[in-house]
């Protein structure tokens, strides 16, 4: 599913212009994005919640040279499914 798919569906089910839902669509993903930003968790009771992780520093390997190079730390997004989304998914 596209983002404009996702959007028309919002639209569809809330009654919203497909204007309104765009924004209440890119509103909500900039809520998230700027919560995840400065490392505070977004959670959903039943759907999930959306946080970040710390990757520690490692050393990798080129694929197309064998050479070891260093990986730097980084902060990656994380989604853990909430009881109500993974039950809903598990029963089709």
Known sequence: M???????QVADKSGLSKR????????FLDTITTCL????????????KFSTS????RQGVNPRT???VQIQAS???RFQAGSSLK???KGG
């Not at 596209?2 to 028309?8: G, H, M, V």
């Not at 710390?54 to 520093?57: G, N």
């Open 2 to 8: 596209t983002k404009q798919e996702f959007i028309d």
């Open 20 to 27: 309104d839902a765009g924004a209440a669509v890119d509103a």
């Open 37 to 48: 930003k400065s490392r505070d968790s977004v959670s959903f009771t039943g759907f999930g």
């Open 54 to 57: 710390e990757r520690a520093a």
């Open 66 to 68: 064998g050479e070891k």
């Open 75 to 77: 902060t990656v997004p």
């Open 87 to 89: 039950s809903a998914v």
